[in-house]
């Protein structure tokens, strides 16, 4: 099953994201500081959005409104006082023409949704309470709504080749966001 094979695949490049994630969490003080990490994952999930855009029909992902978007990092960043228009860091998207390879970079933004909870309790700790929709996902229908995107990758990408765009375009995405961080340029 490509969940599974998803999961495998892209082990280790979410371990490396992870550490960058958690040493930003770590380094946090001030709300200033909490605006800029979002930022990061707002030029990312743009980019990505962007890319993936094309491929969002109804027949692939039919509640593809109703999930999670970089909306919920513009409304954080405003909420704490920041401008998305400001500092924005430069982030690149995998490149994606296939259906099979949309859904795999989303796999890696909705997967994102899992890790919010720790998120939002590394957050806690540093008295950050504002700006925190994104991180906290779809609260308690998480589960429910983790599982029926696993379904729907589950019955669209069975074939070799199509597993194989999916796999490579989920290591990608991880892999550029983790780049994102590294580079620390900012765009604009
Ligand atoms: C502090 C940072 C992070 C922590 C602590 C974390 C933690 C976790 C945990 C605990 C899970 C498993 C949840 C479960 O099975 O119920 C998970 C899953 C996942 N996370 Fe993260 N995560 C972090 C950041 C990220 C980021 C930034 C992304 C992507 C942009 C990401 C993508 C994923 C994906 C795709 C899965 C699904 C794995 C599967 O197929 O089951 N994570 N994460």
Redesign the pocket.
């Known amino acids: 099953m490509i ?1 599974t094979e ?2 495998e695949g ?1 082990k280790d490049a ?1 371990i490396e ?2 550490k960058i ?2 040493q930003q ?1 770590k380094a946090i003080q001030t709300s200033e500081d909490y605006a800029r990490l979002l930022k990061y994952f707002y030029a990312f999930f743009c980019e990505v959005e962007k890319a993936i855009a094309p491929f969002m029909t109804s027949e692939v992902v039919p509640d593809y409104s109703e999930r999670r978007n970089a909306s919920h990092l513009k409304a954080d960043i405003e909420a704490l006082g920041g401008d998305v228009r400001k500092d924005i860091p430069r982030a690149t998207a995998p490149s994606i023409s296939t259906k099979y390879q949309a859904l795999g970079a989303l ?6 949704v ?2 919010g909870r ?2 939002v309790k ?1 957050l806690e700790k540093n008295n950050i309470h504002t700006g925190i929709s994104f991180f906290s996902g779809y609260g308690e229908n998480t589960p429910v709504l983790w599982g029926r995107f696993i379904e729907l990758l589950n019955q669209q990408i069975t074939g070799d080749e199509h597993k194989r765009q999916a796999i490579q375009a989920a290591k990608d995405t ?1 892999t550029l ?1 983790a780049v994102t961080f590294r580079d620390a340029a900012v765009l604009h």
């Open positions: 969940s998803l999961k892209t979410h994201l992870e994630v958690v969490l796999y890696v933004m909705e997967g994102s899992l890790g720790t998120i590394m991880f966001f």
